[in-house]
């Protein structure tokens, strides 16, 4: 997604209860949100018990102090997620961003004995409205430090609250930077991990592997409770991906590698060269992934690897290695693009001329047009016409298409740079992980999951927007990740090499400019969850699909929210398995014990 710097530190700004104004709305853009208190509630309605879990995972003071309280009984809080597809208001003293660790023990502890209620929240990037609830919400966009850079460990402790970005920052003059991203970088790292955020890479796991200590705030005779893999195993497995259900996470502790640049591809293949290509891709680059263009016979391939680990069979110019060998090096001819910008864009400015020929919005001239990146002219293209009429998005499609067959080449920059990417504007997303098979030995579940939901698309008319996301991750060991291979007796390669597909589904949302009512957003938010994810459900239901936590809908959300009614529950309690649900349970009984 789009976030620009200076705006993001405004709108961070704007989030400070001593300088916000009474009904105050918070755009909060730091992280993606902390979605822990309501998913958990989720996964605690998969047990026998659900009735415990209903409520939240703590709950919290009114006040941290009498100065404090008086200045909250004058303001609301209104929170808009990033989307603008959930919102929630709270009542003057039930928003808190405390500003030290100690102030945030005391509304964990005075909040748990008065009976009060508390979810975490990142900063509301996700679509969907996890950690939104009126009774009470805890930010943590205060508690920002990055603590200690040990080279010699390679790690990095930093504040749950700070900011990707601000991590990726701190390292960089250390030669260092994070294993992997999600795609942008102002999660909150709380948010990052405990969601199970994930990049791609079918050699690299999903970010909570990355964490090798933490500690979290809980309301239990523990208190605040350090935790290792050495010290707690299953329950630090638990507790890092843990929805905020065993309590408050304060601070983390991820390992790092050394900084480098990465080298990107952008190729476009038909949908029979992607399948086939797919097994050797995934083996040969450390990063892929595929962005398939429903209506169209395209798939927007997009591979990156380190500058001094080219595979030969891949991008650059082959040249002696110095030790008998080849190796590819990029050549500043390898890196010269075939079409300039205008002529990439040119595809997408000349659909949007035409639509706006017999419209008199003078607010789009030709300078405005001419300023706007491919992201910014989707947006407007999809919002000039009728965003749920197929023929109209079937040309924009084609028009994406044809700009991404200009667009392709190769590409390089640091790491941090090339593994963020520009998701669009506004918009309702659904991601679901399933299992397709081992690193060495890939099954067609990835494809056939693909091929079959665009034939469900393109036969009966849904009106979608391209891409069809799709990435790749090894599996992860924490319980709850939908990359989880499960309860294991004893390892096997199988499950040592798991491998794990994600693909995201959009539905992107007119601006205000192109909604005032906001009468186009409610029909658009009913066609995707009445249609398009219930599809999507239904496609994937044999291979074994789990929601992106950071995806998800539940009852009790803001807003339409057809999931619950859909079996989400039950799906997450068949994929998790009644041991997983047991354990959960049992560490909740132990950090939070009033449930």
């Known amino acids: 997604k789009r976030f620009p710097t200076k705006q993001c530190a405004a709108l961070r700004h704007l989030s400070s209860r001593t300088v916000a104004p009474a009904s105050n709305i918070l755009f909060d853009h730091d992280s993606r949100k902390q979605a822990w208190s309501s998913a958990a509630a989720l996964i605690a309605a998969m047990a026998v018990t659900s009735s415990a ?29 990033w989307s603008g597809t ?87 003059p250390h030669g260092l930077t994070l294993p992997n991203l999600a795609s942008i970088a102002e999660q909150q790292i709380g948010g990052f991990v405990s969601v199970g955020a994930h990049g791609t890479g079918a050699a690299i796991p999903p970010c909570d592997e990355f964490v090798e200590a933490l500690t979290i705030v809980t309301p239990s005779r523990f208190g605040v409770v350090n935790m290792t893999e050495a010290s707690h195993g299953p329950l630090f497995r638990l507790a890092r991906l843990g929805l905020g259900g065993l309590g408050i996470l304060s601070e983390v502790t991820l390992k790092v590698i050394p900084a480098h640049r990465l080298v990107e591809q952008t190729i476009v293949m038909s949908r029979s060269e992607a399948k086939e290509k797919l097994p050797t891709l995934l083996k040969r680059h450390k990063h892929i992934r595929y962005m398939w263009i429903p209506y169209e016979d395209a798939v927007v391939v ?13 991008v650059g110019t082959e040249v002696d290695d110095g030790k008998g ?19 990439q864009l040119a595809p997408l400015r ?63 920059a640091p790491s941090d740079q090339k593994l963020q990417f520009d998701c669009g504007g506004q918009q309702w997303v659904y991601e679901v992980c399933f299992p397709v098979g ?18 469900e698309i393109e036969s009966s008319g849904i009106a979608t927007p391209s891409p069809i996301e799709q990435r790749w991750t090894s599996a992860s ?29 959009i539905m992107y949302l007119p601006s205000e400019d192109f909604d005032p009512t906001g009468l186009r957003r409610e029909f658009i938010t009913q066609s995707f969850k009445e249609e398009y994810c219930k599809l999507v459900r239904k496609v994937g239901e044999k291979y074994g699909i789990m929601c992106h936590w950071a995806k998800v809908e539940v009852s009790g959300s803001e807003g339409p929210s057809s999931d619950a009614n859909d079996g989400v529950a039950e799906s997450v309690r068949a994929r998790f398995g009644p041991q997983v649900v047991s354990a959960f349970n049992a560490a909740r009984g132990l950090y939070d014990p009033k449930g």
């Open 325 to 343: 060998g080849k190796k590819k090096i990029v050549t500043a001819e390898d890196l010269e693009p075939k079409h300039s910008k205008d002529e």
């Open 53 to 81: 879990f209903a409520a939240g995972t703590t709950a919290f003071a009114e006040e941290a102090n009498d100065d404090a309280e008086d200045e909250e009984e004058e303001d609301s809080t209104k929170i808009l997620n």
């Open 86 to 172: 959930h919102s929630v208001e709270l009542a003057p003293g039930k928003y808190h961003e405390p500003e030290t660790m100690d102030e945030l023990v005391q509304l964990v502890s005075k909040a748990y004995n008065e009976g009060h209620h508390i979810r975490p929240v990142g900063s509301a990037l996700s679509p969907n409205g996890l950690s939104f609830d009126s009774r009470g919400m805890l930010s943590l966009s205060n508690l920002d430090k990055v603590i200690e850079i040990n080279k010699e460990k390679m790690t990095v402790t930093v504040e749950a609250g700070a900011r990707v970005s601000q991590v990726l920052d701190a390292l960089r």
């Open 350 to 412: 000349s659909f949007l001329h035409k639509l706006l020929e017999n419209k008199q919005d003078t607010s789009l001239d030709e300078e405005t047009i001419n300023g706007m990146g491919f992201g910014d002219l989707r947006d407007v293209i999809l919002a000039s016409g009728n965003m749920l009429d197929p023929d109209h998005v079937k040309r924009c499609n084609k028009a994406e298409h044809e700009f991404w067959v200009k667009a392709q080449g190769v590409d390089i």
């Open 302 to 314: 997009v591979t990156n690897d380190p500058e001094n680990e080219l595979p030969l069979m891949g």
């Open 477 to 505: 060991t924490s319980p709850l990740s939908p990359a989880s291979v499960g309860p294991q007796e004893h390892e096997s390669y199988d499950s040592q090499n798991a491998l794990f597909s994600w693909v995201g589904v």
């Open 438 to 455: 081992t690193f060495g030995l890939p099954n067609s579940n990835s494809i056939d999951f693909v091929e079959e939901l665009l034939k």
